[in-house]
């Protein structure tokens, strides 16, 4: 295992058991934090951009960060969800490579662990409303996250080793792919790492092989080996998955979550998030505010 892994914490959002039915039915779907779901009872759906995904009972789900998906449940779906945000000392999530749903059988220590962050996360459901729509603002983060700070040392451990067990669970499944079979390089981490953190600078794939003291094209083929992405697109998708949070979350113009996502103009920017999405950022918005 890379030891770079070892450095990711988890913050914890939402943890509860709740029964829906054909009333949870929400399009458009993309959190800036993972869900992971364990089904005890009924059925219901996951779409994403990939395939349809049954849930089904005797199962876990994970849904990683930033992942378009749609939720719906015909009939009846007895469900355990965990919601959780990802930090990384160099901003690379253990899902980079992994922008998918993920199905595993449960095990009998997976139902354990989910009842024991229930017992020691108490009043950590959602309480409003399961549309997204109404939870996914970033006032509710804030307010749910200031409640980690409450919970005991032993508890806030424990929810980080619960998290780290869930996770495992995916990784080890056969489905997860960790792309190259070599570690990724220093350079590339770091320079995955200054994109993170500089998303609104001026950022450019000359300046990021200068930083890293290789070649342009060198780092350029470099980069693409070990993402999957140009570093150009890299750091598109990057700026954009910001603004889709942006604009979910707040009321910021788009001239602002232009600026603070590092585009230069709003009709460049507006190009971009097109050619990311799929949508217009207006559409998007509408989009969101109609889940």
């Known amino acids: 295992m890379d030891k770079r892994w070892l450095g990711h914490t988890f913050s914890l959002l939402h943890v509860d058991c709740v029964r829906l039915d054909e009333q949870w039915n929400y399009a458009h779907v993309v959190s800036p934090y993972f869900r992971i779901y364990y089904i005890d009872d009924g059925e219901g759906f ?38 959780f945000f990802e930090e990384s000392p160099k901003g690379l999530s253990l ?13 009998d220590i997976d139902v354990v662990n989910f009842k024991r962050l229930l017992e ?16 996914e603002r970033n006032v509710y983060y804030k307010r749910y996250q200031d409640l980690n ?33 070599h570690p990724m390089p220093s350079k590339v981490l770091e320079s995955i790492s200054h994109i993170q953190q500089n998303l609104k600078n001026h950022l450019t794939v000359s300046s990021l092989a200068n930083n890293a003291n290789l070649h342009q094209d060198y780092f350029s083929r470099l980069f693409l080996r070990y993402t999957g992405e140009r570093p150009l697109n890299y750091i598109h998708m990057k700026r954009i998955e910001r603004a889709q949070y942006l ?6 113009s788009y001239t602002q979550i232009a600026e603070d996502t590092g585009f230069e103009t709003l009709p460049y920017f507006s190009k971009i998030f097109k050619k990311v999405t799929g949508l217009t950022p207006g559409e998007y918005r509408k989009r969101s505010e109609l889940v």
Not at 55 to 67: N, Q, V
Not at 124 to 135: A, L
Not at 157 to 176: A, H, P, V
Not at 247 to 252: E, F
């Open 46 to 83: 996951i779409i994403s951009a990939k395939e349809k995904c049954k849930l089904e009972k005797g199962y876990l789900y994970i849904i990683p960060s930033f992942t378009l998906c749609h939720l719906y449940c015909d009939h009846y779906l007895s469900q355990h969800f965990l919601h």
């Open 95 to 107: 899902f980079e490579n992994n922008r998918k749903v993920i199905k595993v059988p449960a095990r």
């Open 120 to 135: 020691i996360n108490p009043g950590r459901g959602i309480n409003r409303s399961d549309n997204p729509k109404v939870y």
């Open 149 to 181: 700070s409450l919970v005991s040392d032993a508890s806030l451990i424990e929810t980080q080793g619960i998290i780290y067990q869930l996770i495992s669970r995916f990784i080890g499944s056969g489905q997860f792919s960790s792309g190259d079979s």
């Open 247 to 252: 604009i979910a979350t707040t009321q910021l």
